[in-house]
């Protein structure tokens, strides 16, 4: 599949989108043992251009560029990132991730904790695999409980702590050990990571996915809620820094935006008063 036409499916896609569908997945995945990372894919989409392959200028010397054989300039050709999205020109997975060889079609690659899908082709597969879902999500009064006291931790965050500290401080909570047994029993394939580690994963991704939907961003960093950045391209904290854009910039002192709470959440009567709550 080419650039441009991923773009055109991943918008055919988007349009026919029913966002409750993937708020209700993101809710009841909370206390199961999976990961379901629709809404991540979905929210990275409110701003995001609809736009053809855009070549970078000037990467290559020109001088070198007539030197080459026309195999080494089409080779170049293939593998230039879209200066808009940093895509490929053409989708070219192997289905090699962190050395773990995997089927590329295959929902575990996709709906698993911690894989970045911030590329146009894999964006596209979660969307069309959310989309085809037949049956409703079965959000559970352990799924909204555990949702309140992350929300709260955030909510009554200190002005100077980041988002590590709050992941910290979410393995204390009342729902980390029963998530973590909730995975151990599944037998959940954690290639080698302790479960304890991949449950932290998790709470991680749903703190980065409160970020895309733009509930924990920064007065800087707006993107994708209220405005475009190219998301393999963002900046980060550091270097070293293993979080997402924006959520990686967030602290205690930004709170949470509630108008982005409430363009996702704003509709589930249980969550209607966590503002309230101390």
Same mark, same amino acid.
């Given at each position: 599949?080419?650039? !441009? ?18 708020? $209700? ?8 043992? %999976? ?7 979905? =929210? ?14 000037? +990467? ?14 089409? #080779? ?14 053409? $989708? ?14 295959? +929902? ?34 352990? +799924?909204? !409980?555990?949702? %309140? ?10 002005? $100077? ?22 995975? %151990? $029993? ?67 002192? +930004?709170?949470?935006?509630?108008? =982005? #709470? ?17």
């Amino acid at each position: 599949m080419t650039h !441009d036409e991923a773009i055109e499916k991943l918008f055919l896609e988007y349009e026919t989108v029913d966002k409750k569908r993937y708020t $209700d997945l993101f809710l009841s995945s909370l206390t199961d043992s %999976k990961w379901n990372s629709g809404l991540y894919a979905y =929210a990275t989409m409110k701003t995001f251009p609809k736009h053809n392959f855009t070549e970078r200028e000037g +990467d290559v010397d020109p001088k070198i560029y007539a030197a080459w054989t026309d195999e080494q300039k089409s #080779f170049n050709h293939s593998r230039q990132p879209c200066m808009i999205c940093s895509a490929m020109r053409q $989708d070219i997975r192997t289905g090699e991730w962190q050395g773990i060889s995997r089927d590329v079609w295959d +929902d575990s690659f996709y709906f698993i904790a911690g894989l970045s899908i911030d590329d146009i082709y894999k964006r596209l597969y979660v969307l069309q695999r959310v989309n085809q879902l037949e049956s409703t999500a079965n959000i559970t009064e352990q +799924d909204y !409980d555990m949702f %309140k006291e992350i929300l709260l931790c955030l909510k009554n965050a200190e002005p $100077d702590t980041k988002i590590r500290e709050i992941n910290k401080q979410l393995k204390k909570s009342s729902f980390f050990k029963p998530l973590a047994t909730r995975m %151990k $029993d599944a037998g959940l394939k954690t290639d080698g990571i302790s479960i304890n580690q991949t449950c932290s994963y998790k709470v991680q991704c749903i703190l980065e996915t409160l970020g895309v939907c733009g509930i924990l961003r920064t007065e800087k960093h707006k993107a994708p809620f209220y405005e475009y950045r190219n998301l393999a391209v963002a900046p980060r904290t550091s270097r070293s820094s293993d979080w997402s854009y924006p959520v990686d910039f967030w602290k205690g002192s +930004d709170g949470i935006d509630w108008e =982005a #709470f409430d363009y996702w959440f704003g509709e589930y009567e249980e969550l209607k008063d966590i503002r309230k709550q101390a």
